[in-house]
Every structure is written in C-alpha cells, then in structure tokens.
C-alpha cells in the first residue's frame, strides 16, 4: 500500500468485528480516494456476525481477513482511528494523527443472547461507524 497523507488505520483488539466494519465502511465511502486498513493488538479472525451485518448493506468482508498492528508498516498511515471502549486500545508506533471513537464491542459470549439480539448489537456498532465516517469525509475530506 502506498503512502498517504490521508491514508487511514483503524484500529481495535481482536481486529474482527469494528475495525473491519469501518474498514468496509470507509472503502466504500472514500471509493479509493483514500488507502484504507485496518488492524488488532491480538487479532483472531473476522467475526461472521460482523461480515452479516455488512452483507445488508452490500458490503463483503470476505477478502478482509484480521491482522496484527505490527503488520502494518507506520509510513503508511496518515490517521490512525482507534474503537475501543471499554479495553485498552493497540499502540501504534507511527508518527500518524491520532483520532478516538470509542465503541463498544458489539461481541459477545454470553449464551442467552438470540440471533436477533446479536445483529442488532453488530447493526448498531456499525451504523454508529457509519456516521462517524461521514462525519469525518465531510469535515476532513475536501470534495467528500
């Protein structure tokens, strides 16, 4: 990827549901206008309740896969966007601009949780994300 000054970072822990959802998100949004990634402290994989909720909006995550911060090189990345909220947030070593939307994680492990209830917690995280990313073409993105 090359770099860019408005190339951007998302980032979260397990780099498998926000931070994919914003990466698909974003890449929508800024249609190759701007570099796009995204990446975990500990990631694991993507989460299939994220790439469902994705799917409605005609979104496929199934290129995206979860990758480790330090797979990313720093000169890459212009603004990192870290989504965490109630852990603590991956470090990124770059020089980049630093931005904080904090989101709770729509996973869970709780059992008692039904079909329905998990979507909704994965539509709400990410039509907050959808928001945040117009928010930010609008006010950070000349043309957008």
Known sequence: MSSAPGALLFLCVANSARSQM???????????????QSAGSAPSQVNPWATAVM????????????K????IDPATIGTVIT?????VCPVSLSRARRLHWPLPDPAS???????????????AARDALQAMLERFA???LPGS
Do not use: K, N
């Not at 914003?22 to 796009?36: D, H, I, P, S």
């Not at 492990?109 to 539509?123: H, N, V």
């Open 83 to 87: 989504l965490c909220a109630e852990e």
């Open 22 to 36: 914003a990466e698909g998100l974003a890449r929508r949004l800024f249609g190759g206008r701007v570099a796009v």
């Open 68 to 71: 480790s911060v330090h797979d």
């Open 138 to 140: 609008r006010e950070e």
């Open 109 to 123: 492990q709780d059992p008692t949780l039904s079909r329905d209830e998990m979507l909704a917690r994965f539509r």
């Open 55 to 66: 799917a409605e909006l005609g979104i496929d995550l199934g290129a995206q896969r979860s």
